[in-house]
Nanobody
Framework: QVQVMESGGGLVQAGDSLLLSCAAS????????MGWFRQARGKEREFVAA????????FYADSVKGRFTISRDEARNTIFLRMDSLKSEDTGAYFC???????????????????WGQGTQVIVSS
């Protein structure tokens, strides 16, 4: 059983930065991915970024490219999401997830992820 836990959300001003962390316990194996998704109030959950172990590296949604950076600590099965130049539209609950996407084209699909954290809130005031 894999458990996922996020941390690092908060209330910031537009233009500020935040660092989110996500740790996966239970030793996932194989070509798994750890991804970040977010959900704004009244909207569907959307892909933000992901790192695919033993595979193709990092993936980003177009809306965050150049502003968000994903990194990892492989020894601790932990990924980090550095969010710079935050905008009000980045506000939402941020979820970390672990899954085994069938290929690079599936990394952004919510349905490819089996284990989810509880989420951490990010609020960006303008």
């Amino acid at each position: 059983q894999v458990q996922v836990m996020e941390s690092g959300g908060g209330l910031v001003q537009a233009g500020d930065s935040l660092l989110l962390s996500c740790a996966a316990s239970g030793r996932p194996s194989g070509e798994y991915a750890m991804g970040w998704f977010r959900q704004a109030r009244g909207k569907e959950r959307e892909f933000v970024a992901a790192y695919r172990w033993r595979g193709d590296g990092t993936f980003y949604a177009d809306s965050v490219k150049g502003r968000f950076t994903i990194s990892r600590d492989e020894a601790r099965n932990t990924i980090f999401l550095r969010m710079d130049s935050l905008k009000s539209e980045d506000t939402g609950a941020y979820f970390c997830a672990v899954g085994w996407p069938a290929g690079p084209s599936r990394v952004a699909n919510v349905g490819e992820y089996s284990y989810w954290g509880q989420g951490t809130q990010v609020i960006v005031s303008s």
